[in-house]
């Protein structure tokens, strides 16, 4: 019996949290981050990809939730697949489907978050970072961005 390829699930590591997050860029070309309630280290906003939902799906879902930021996912560029250890759970690897999303909308923290912080994407505006942003995310989009 042949088996479609829809009708396979690629199995995930148990160590693996799969999310959706954004490079938000706003209109001075600042990009946003935020920290959770309860942490110490800002991260691009996003979240977990809930089971059968695509990424832009739960992205937009995230942001809405956690920023009271709607956006149009058709807007949205996919930036690519990334992966990184996981900032808050020990052990764990994180996943990211990443898109870019250029905004001029007010964002304030809600949810799980607890801050925001706007900062210029060649440093890291004197924060401490999740080794995702700090090193996979933001070096890439400094090379993909115009001089």
């Known amino acids: 019996m042949l088996v479609s390829s829809s009708d396979i699930s690629c199995a995930i590591p148990p160590n693996t949290i799969r999310i959706a997050a954004a490079v938000l860029i706003g209109p001075d070309g600042q990009t946003l981050l935020v920290r959770k309630r309860g942490t110490q280290a800002f991260m691009q906003p996003g ?78 505006g004197g924060l401490t970072l999740a080794p995702l942003t700090r090193d996979v995310i933001l070096p890439f989009y400094r090379q993909i961005i115009p001089a």
């Open 47 to 124: 979240g977990k990809i809930d089971a059968h939902e695509q990424p832009i799906d739960a992205l937009a879902r995230e942001l809405e939730e956690e920023l009271a930021l709607t956006i149009d996912p058709a807007r949205a560029t996919y930036l690519g697949h990334f992966c990184a250890p996981a900032v808050n759970e020990p052990g764990f690897e994180v996943q990211a489907e990443l898109f870019l999303l250029h905004i001029d909308a007010v964002v304030a923290p809600a949810a799980e978050i607890e801050e925001v912080q706007w900062i210029d994407p060649s440093g890291d």
